[in-house]
């Protein structure tokens, strides 16, 4: 079966999208990638070894301005251009956002079977205009569902998680040791891990650097993932010798290792994020970032936290005493973070990849 799976922008929408393709490969099947040349999928799919086709898309504003009115007609124009690719398919998916919208619109307009995948717990407006034409529609999270049309056939499959995520709960202890060598970390002390996304988030990590003097006399240690363009400027201001030990990271390509060593992770609420804490059983506080379309990370991190997994901050509440405060209790209450470790992973959906990819050989098999 050949299959088009469309989507990207952040590393948290690609990873997803490749633990599909590679469950998917995996069942021999044929898998290409449609993308942006600007976005992540441009960089992460060649090298995870699967063809890509660039799109000419934009994201739909919901503004009335000139940069508005060019994503639809953008998105119009590369219908033609991708008749060939979703023509030569079997099966096409949309994994949400504004890049999938053009090769959805190709599939439907070729007759060809598309299935949709939502992250986040409050769908997308591209996922939602086309879910009532879509063969199925798999969602991440339950309360995704309520904001689909009524028609639309929706399955929860759970985000596909990484097999290199997936390995972090059999092989927690080989790992940690792993990271504890490549980070530079002391074994003997207790690691947090904060961390804002895969660009960073500038409120997330000043409040860090803040919290880190009111962390002194603590066996903490924090492992800070800032974002490309933020590692300088939060070096020079925690100093040379901050008053617990801190890792400073622009980016950290294997994220099973900070999962591995983490007693605690402090991150954004993305819908990547979230699956991930949870599939590796790590409680964590969840600091949704704000001007989210829809407060969709904000929903996303509260699912988590009503299964009892994470504690959610929103970004207003944020900053160094309050971040503190919340390391610390939860720190020193390790019964507490077995309980949250336990409730996550129960909650989580290791099988995410799976499912979906059932879904899709589903609509290829009976188009």
Known sequence: MRVVIAGGGTAGHVFPALALARRLAAGGHEVRFAGTSQGQEARLVPMAGFGFV???A?????????????????AVRSVGRLRPLVGASDV???????????????ALRAGRPLVLHEQNAVPGLANRVLARAARSVGVAFAEAIRGLPRRANVIVTGNPVREEILAVVGDRERLAKEAAEELGLDAGRRTVVVFGGSQGALHLNRSTVEAVPRLSGSDVQLVLLTGPA??????AALGPEPRVPVRVLAFLERMELAYAVADLVVARAGATTVAEVATCGVPSVLIPYPYA???HQEANARALQRAGGAWVLLDDELDGEVLADRIVTLLDDPDLRRSMGERARAWSRPDAAEALAALVVEAGVDP
């Open 54 to 56: 660039e799109v000419q």
């Open 92 to 106: 096409v998916v949309g994994m949400g956002g504004y890049v999938s919208v053009p090769v959805a619109l190709a």
């Open 230 to 235: 933020h590692a300088d400027r939060v070096r």
């Open 58 to 74: 934009r994201p739909f504003l919901r503004e009335l301005s000139l940069r508005a009115a060019v994503a639809p007609i953008a």
């Open 293 to 295: 379309t829809g407060r």
